[in-house]
């Protein structure tokens, strides 16, 4: 049950310790144990400070943002290796056409007749990533 006017915070597991099973409550999906032998592992768990989750929370986002400018600066640069260049595109089309194959087929077979018939592999592969992703860039805003 909720006490009102305070926020749950998120547990921290800490340890795992084996208790006789005997001492825990009983439940409505568990048997009682009747065994004197029987064990059951149980979580200990620690609460986390809010300041500690928002520091936390502030570091992921530091993270994130210099991947994406690592990210970027590679991509202006053309050095983004083609391994990279394809997670990117699949990432980013897998959520229009609804599912990471479809995203893989779009990949290597759609033909682009707007970059000269090639398709995004080919491209990726010439290192042509900017000018793909620019293109698919202009398509979205024209569908919106």
């Known amino acids: 049950m909720k006490t009102p006017g305070k926020k749950v915070r998120l547990g921290q597991p ?9 001492l825990l409550p009983k439940t409505i999906n568990r048997k009682p144990a009747t065994d004197t032998g029987a064990t059951a592992k149980v979580n200990i768990v620690a609460p986390v400070h809010p300041a500690v ?25 053309g050095s983004l290796p083609a391994a990279e260049a394809k997670r990117l595109l699949i990432a980013r089309t897998a959520k229009s056409l609804g599912s990471v194959e479809a995203a893989e087929k779009w990949y290597r077979g759609h033909h682009l007749a707007e970059l000269g018939g090639r398709t995004p592999a080919q491209m990726v592969r010439a290192g042509e990533l900017k000018t793909l992703l620019e293109h698919l860039s202009k398509e979205a805003a024209d569908k919106a």
């Open 14 to 22: 800490v340890k795992q310790v084996t208790v006789d099973a005997s």
């Open 53 to 77: 989750s928002a520091t936390r929370q502030k570091i992921k986002q530091q993270a994130l943002k210099t991947t994406i400018s690592r990210v970027g600066a590679a991509i202006e640069a």
